[in-house]
């Protein structure tokens, strides 16, 4: 096979610093046209100049070079060895938990999003998987609760929606001492503020949708490995299931991409002036904030200001969703975490006065004036 393939060559950029890989990728501009904007390459399939030859892409459930420079790109900012861009974090996930075989068995914090817990429950145990949930802040109780056949290490740190943390390198310490694959779902925090990679997690899982595009208008997931072996497994599933991110999304994700760090920094910043103004508001009790980035979550008194916030709110959105450029408002009792069983959530504190707030990088003050005429 003759491969004269102009993308193959890229560069991870190594001596640039973060802010700058964000906006220059993994390719940046386009080698052949020099376009700055990389293009969107929206075919299904790619000629080939005769038999035996090929430019590397064959068809675009495979491989496509949009896709191609966002997964690169993500590889790059997560420092992973490769990266792979599904059609949704849910998409990722399932890929993720396909690793599994039946019999196998995983632990996950149990603070975990909705859906995740979803694709375990629904799903994997009618194949024969077992989950077990627990705190990962209580390495003892993790250690004991590791059985033979458990397989896996499942993370989200901060937790969604407690905002519960965990310590990545401890945790890491304890999957490699049993031979477990250590996953993290890096989705609240971005490689901006926390690169799991660095601290030994095997498998980095992202929901695309949120921070990494960042304005809301896109469904995307993004998986990034540390081996080839994994490498070949998530391609086999992109392959097979035929989930990989279309071109237009995936340019969508890197356009975000280039502001990540930017937006991050904006989002930390009006997320701790929020956090500390809503922390003493006399409506509000047992305000969780991981102390960086833009995700909140609160009790209020009753359940009619539940209702009158939900209704009352004007510039802050009460949507689904979190990660986007507007300020969102979220009730995780009928949202977000609706298949999480009513136990898990009344032990966790997810009850009928709960919120969550994505915080904007909208000026923090016009959020935190929405949200007071909203409670008062
Ligand atoms: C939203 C979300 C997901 C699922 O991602 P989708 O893109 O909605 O499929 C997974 N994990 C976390 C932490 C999320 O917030």
New binding site residues.
């Given amino acids: 096979m003759v491969n004269d393939c102009y993308y193959d060559e890229y560069d991870r950029k190594e001596n640039l610093h973060f802010d700058s890989k964000v906006v220059h990728g993994a390719l940046g501009c386009d080698p052949i046209t020099g376009s700055v904007s990389f293009p969107i390459f929206q075919t299904a399939t790619f000629r080939h100049r005769g038999f035996g030859v090929s430019t590397g892409f064959d068809y675009s459930r495979l491989q496509n070079p949009t896709r191609q420079e966002l997964e690169r790109t993500m590889a790059i900012l997560e420092e992973g060895l490769e990266a792979f861009a599904f059609t ?6 399932m890929g993720v938990f396909g690793l599994l075989a039946p019999g196998d068995h995983v632990l996950l914090s149990d603070d ?2 909705g ?2 817990y979803r694709i375990c429950s629904d799903i994997f145990s009618r194949l024969g998987c077992e989950f077990t949930y627990l705190d990962m802040a209580d390495l003892e109780a993790l250690e004991a609760a590791i059985r033979p056949n458990t397989k896996m290490l499942f993370v ?1 740190t901060p937790t ?1 929606p407690m905002m519960k943390v965990a310590d990545l390198p401890k945790l890491s310490e304890v999957a490699k001492r049993h031979g477990l694959l250590f996953v993290v ?1 890096n ?2 925090l971005s490689p901006y503020f926390q690169k799991p990679m660095t601290m030994g997690a095997d498998i980095v ?6 921070y990494l595009c960042g304005h809301n208008d896109v ?3 993004i998986v990034v490995v540390s081996t080839k072996e994994l490498a070949d497994h998530f391609r086999l599933q992109m392959k097979s299931r035929g989930n990989g991110l279309g071109p237009f999304d995936s340019w969508l994700v890197l356009r975000g991409l280039k502001t990540l760090s930017l937006r991050m920094e904006r989002h930390d910043q009006n997320g701790k002036k929020v956090a500390e103004r809503l922390k003493t508001h006399p409506r509000i009790s047992k305000l969780n904030y991981a102390g960086v980035g833009g995700m909140i979550s609160f009790e209020v008194d009753s359940v009619e200001t539940v209702h009158r916030v939900l209704s009352g709110v004007k510039m802050v959105l009460f949507a689904e ?3 986007g450029t507007e300020s969102l408002i979220t009730y995780p009792l009928t949202q ?1 975490h609706e298949s999480t069983p009513a136990d898990v959530r009344e032990k966790l504190g997810i009850n009928e006065r709960f919120l969550r707030l994505s915080v904007g990088i909208e000026d923090p003050e016009d959020i935190i004036a929405d949200l007071e005429q909203a409670l008062a």
Wanted: no cysteine.
């Fill in positions: 949704s974090g849910q998409a990722a996930n975990i999003y859906g995740t989200e969604n779902d989705t609240f899982v992202h929901s695309g949708t949120k469904i995307a997931g969703s979190l990660g977000t």
